[in-house]
């Protein structure tokens, strides 16, 4: 079984920085691209970044040159870091991966439960 662990969200004023992690665990998996979405209230979720295995990324334009995606292979990790946050950052993030037994080759998907950003303004 894999599961997904969340955090660091919480209340960041406008201009701040925030770091989401999101930690994937289970036993004899391959980790493929990661990625972080969000989800504002009334709206559809929308992509935020992804990154993949050889770490080549994909920003939204509403992240690009204030967000930056990373991972950790090692730890199965991968990072948002939100600087200079606006009040529209405000939403659940949910962090979204890729991944397959180590003995399989097909990827599943795996979405975990959604970290809380608020931005005031």
């Known amino acids: 079984q894999v599961q997904l662990v969340e955090s660091g969200g919480g209340l960041v004023q406008t201009g701040g920085s925030l770091r989401l992690s999101c930690a994937a665990s289970?036993?004899?998996?391959?980790?493929?691209?990661m990625g972080w979405y969000r989800q504002a209230p009334g709206q559809q979720r929308e992509l935020v970044a992804t990154?993949?295995?050889?770490?080549?990324?994909s920003y939204a334009d509403s992240a690009k040159g204030r967000f930056t995606i990373s991972r950790d292979n090692a730890k199965s990790t991968v990072y948002l870091q939100m600087n200079s946050v606006k009040p529209e950052d405000t939403a659940v993030y949910f962090c979204?991966?890729?991944?397959?037994?180590?003995?399989?080759?097909?990827?599943?998907?795996?979405w975990g439960q959604g970290t809380l950003v608020t931005v005031s303004s």
């Open positions: 990154i993949n295995k050889r770490g080549s990324i």
């Open positions: 979204n991966v890729e991944w397959r037994y180590s003995f399989g080759n097909t990827y599943r998907e795996l």
């Open positions: 289970g036993r004899a998996i391959s980790i493929g691209t």
